[in-house]
């Protein structure tokens, strides 16, 4: 005859419910928010570290605080920025003095795409 399975509390099914509820409940939603806010991305994760600035066309004020921290592609956007005037008056010199900065650190264009 076949034997009958015993009903009652299973320490291991109750476990596995929890991890279940846990995860479905609890860090799903913690997840989906961070996902949402953007601050599961590598960029995110350097932008909030203390005293960092983003250097790009739309903000000449942290672009110029990088390259004067010595961040030779900030130098080098920002001879960018100076010869083509994104943001800031348009002055060749001053294009000319932050390429040179860039260059001295062996940062620039790619030869090869020109």
Same mark, same amino acid.
């Given at each position: ?15 596995? $419910? ?9 860090? +799903? ?29 739309? +903000? ?21 920025? $100076? ?32």
């Amino acid at each position: 005859m076949l034997k009958r399975i015993r009903k009652g509390w299973n320490p291991d099914l109750w476990r596995m $419910y929890w991890v279940k509820v846990l995860m479905l409940w609890v860090l +799903s939603p913690v997840f989906i928010v961070l996902v949402f806010l953007g601050l599961g991305s590598p960029q995110a994760g350097m932008a909030l570290q203390e005293g960092s600035s983003v250097c790009s066309f739309s +903000s000449p004020e942290g672009c110029r605080v990088q390259a004067e921290a010595g961040d030779a592609s900030a130098q080098y956007i920002l001879g960018l920025m $100076y010869a083509n005037g994104f943001g800031v008056p348009e002055d060749d010199d001053e294009a000319v003095r932050w390429y040179r900065m860039a260059a001295e650190q062996g940062y620039g264009p790619d030869p090869m795409e020109a």
